[in-house]
Structures are given as C-alpha cells and as structure tokens.
C-alpha cells in the first residue's frame, strides 16, 4: 500500500504542505500563517466531515480526533518553544500535521503516528544540528552555548527568563529552521508507515 496513491489524498496533502512548509522556513527561517492557519483548520474541516458521514473511505477519525492530534502536536513542541528553542510557525506546523493525521487515522492510531513521526524528526534534527556543528568547526563557540543554554535550564528563575535570556543569545547562534527536519520526519514516518 503506498501513499502516493489517491486513495490516501488527505495524507498526500498534509504531506504537501509539510513540505512546503519546510522549503520556506529553510528560505526564510520561519513558517508563515498563511500556511500553518489554513492547514489547522483545514484538518478540523476535514474532520468534520468524517463526523456528517461524508468523503467516506478518506480516513475513519471526526472533530474530537483531530481536535486530540492538534493539541498533542502542540504538547509535544511547547517545552522547546516556551524557552525560545523553535518558532510558533514550526509549532503551528505541528498542529496542523496533528489535525490532519488525527482526522485520517482515528485517536488512537493517530496519536501513535503522530508521536512516532515527532520522534523521527527529533532525531533527524539531531543529526541535522551535529551535522552543521561539524561543518561549522565552531566548536568552542558550540560548547559554551551549550553550557548556558543547560544553565538557564537549571537556574533561571522561570520559564520566561529562560525565554528571556535564549532570545539574547539568539543572535549570535547558527540557527537550524526546524520545518526541514519535522518535514522529514512527518512525511518519512508516513512513507515508512505505507511501505512496511
């Protein structure tokens, strides 16, 4: 069973998108709302009409499914992006991945998907990051980042300062648009999911 069929179009979709997402957040370092808005509540719409009985055989998950996988993507990004970690388009583009997937596969499986294909694209932007810090040979640079950004971890007063004290170092950091790798890993695990 493959994905590129068009019986599996929302999945053909949500993978579109994700890969457009991905290309402009590498051009220009962030995800825009024209994008990640109409893709959220575009996996909400196309929930609903699983919900009023129709497009039958284009997924099995309504509203309460797709309403779960949207906060579960969310959930899952918001440590990282409370500290400054990553953009709100990448968390957006999340949501709108757990929208669509919840809509397709139901709570249960779509939650598993939807975990499964995070955990893809943290690995993949591990090895992403490493990659550029080889590259870069900045290494010195790299580990003294490191330390501060673990300090601010353990020692700032609060989530804010935290936040507060990423956005100051912001600037002098090599940044790494995560659309790219939550793009792989979201339409890699979809890829894997239907060819294995």
Not at 17 to 43: C, E, F, Q, R, S
Not at 71 to 87: C, D, K, N, S, T
Not at 135 to 148: K, P
Request: charged share 10%.
């Amino acid at each position: 069973m493959s994905i590129f069929s068009l019986d599996h179009w929302p999945l053909l979709f949500v993978s579109a998108a994700m890969i457009v997402a991905a290309v402009i957040d590498g051009w220009k370092l962030k995800v825009p709302n024209w994008l990640t808005y109409p893709l959220v509540i575009g996996g909400w719409a196309f929930a609903l009409c699983h919900n009023f009985g129709w497009l039958e055989g284009s997924g099995v998950g309504g509203i309460g499914a797709s309403l779960l996988g949207t906060l579960f993507g969310f959930l899952l990004l918001l440590p990282v992006y409370a500290i400054g970690g990553m953009g709100a388009g990448d968390v957006k583009m999340q949501m709108g991945f757990g929208a669509w997937v919840g809509a397709y596969f139901g709570i249960a499986d779509g939650l598993r998907v939807i975990w499964w294909a995070f955990a893809a694209a943290v690995i993949i932007g591990g090895a992403i990051g490493l990659g550029m810090i080889v590259v870069r040979r900045r290494y010195r640079q790299n580990l003294v980042n490191t330390r501060e950004i673990l300090g601010d971890l353990i020692g700032a007063p609060s989530v804010g300062a935290v936040a507060d004290r990423a956005a100051v170092r912001k600037p002098r950091m090599h940044l790494l648009p995560y659309g790219i790798p939550l793009c792989l890993g979201f339409v890699g695990y979809l890829i894997y999911l239907h060819t294995f």
